[in-house]
């Protein structure tokens, strides 16, 4: 699928591009369902318009790397010829009941049929597995850490004036504002509370009481270098949270409900648990981490580079492509 876009779905996918642009020839079809301003029946439509474009690969030779329901067209021999990226499972999200939960149901029982399956968080392997996907494997979103460092350097204080952010208070960072990101729950735990100021980003907002802010990348990094805590507590089962990880990466002390990914990340590197009913409290308490945490935090994060995710990926696509 063309990556396009800024979710985290469609960052990983270019990634996987970009890392092996020196070796692979890519070829890509357009993803119809991010062109609809009508949510409703969407992927339904992505699906019919997609049709003909996978009718036509059916006698292309290579490699197919996919990570949509539209791998339901392909037939047995093209799935023996696909890496297929799983993302995540959120009903939450179906735009097109009643059809959309039994073409998932579909999807789990030929993923068994491609020649590798990579989650981005142990949980979904895990979770693959227990539906009899057996051939499920975890490469984790990663990161440039050049980028990371010069952003990671910079003073908290002078980002928070760039910005705009209160000089006299915490800034908590509470991640995009869309549907069932628990925006809404942070911003009812820290409302009126002194020196509490909420901030959130993204392009598709579903309204913020806070700051918000849609950026370009260079200025998000920024901003997460002038929040001081991070609270993400989702209704929805996420991936592995790119925005949590670069924040940690970045010296942000976070409290991160470990639900589906977002606990493999949290336990990964020690991040403890927001509870709703003492919010304020532990923001407080978050605000000040020890130096020898955010060393440990990043160092555990930092493995995950753009060498690692290279060389992940170049070692699944030999084996992929072997005998």
Not at 55 to 65: S, V
Not at 118 to 128: E, R, T
Not at 184 to 213: E, K, W, Y
Not at 282 to 288: T, V
Request: glycine share 6%; with cysteine.
């Amino acid at each position: 699928m063309s990556p396009q876009g800024r979710t985290g779905g469609r960052v990983y996918l270019r990634m996987i591009h970009e890392a092996l642009a020196d070796r692979i020839d890519w070829r890509t079809v357009p993803d119809y369902k991010r062109t609809y301003a009508v949510r409703r029946g969407r992927k339904l439509r992505h699906l019919a318009r997609l049709a003909p474009h996978i009718r036509a690969l059916r006698a292309e030779p290579g490699m197919f790397l996919w990570d949509d329901l539209s791998v339901l067209w392909f037939t047995p021999e093209m799935r023996a010829r696909t890496v297929f990226v799983f993302h995540h499972y959120e009903p939450l999200q179906f735009d097109s009941w009643p059809l959309e939960p039994l073409l998932w149901q579909r999807l789990f029982s030929v993923l068994a049929q491609c020649r590798s399956v990579v989650c981005v968080a142990p949980y979904w392997a895990a979770f693959l597995r227990d539906r009899g996907v057996d051939n499920a494997e975890v490469i984790h979103n990663a990161f440039d850490l050049v980028e990371i460092d010069k952003v990671r350097a910079m003073d908290r204080e002078e980002c928070k004036a760039r910005l705009g952010l209160p000089q006299d208070g915490i800034s908590v960072y509470a991640g995009k504002a869309v549907h069932w990101k628990g925006i809404d729950t942070v911003a009812a735990a820290i409302r009126d509370v002194p020196g509490l100021h909420l901030v959130t980003t993204g392009s598709n907002t579903v309204g913020s009481p806070g700051r918000h802010f849609d950026l370009p990348r260079p200025q998000y990094l920024q901003l997460l270098r002038a929040c001081d805590v991070g609270v993400f507590i989702p209704r929805m089962k996420e991936g592995w949270s790119r925005c949590a990880a670069e924040a940690l990466l970045l010296g942000m002390p976070c409290l991160i409900d470990p639900i589906a990914g977002l606990g493999d990340l949290a336990d990964l590197t020690g991040q403890p648990s927001p509870d709703p009913r003492r919010l304020a409290q532990q923001i407080r308490e978050r605000a000040e981490p020890s130096p020898d945490e955010q060393k440990i935090v990043y160092e555990t994060l930092a493995r995950f580079d753009t060498t690692y995710f290279r060389d992940a990926w170049s070692r699944l696509l030999a084996q992929a492509t072997g005998p």
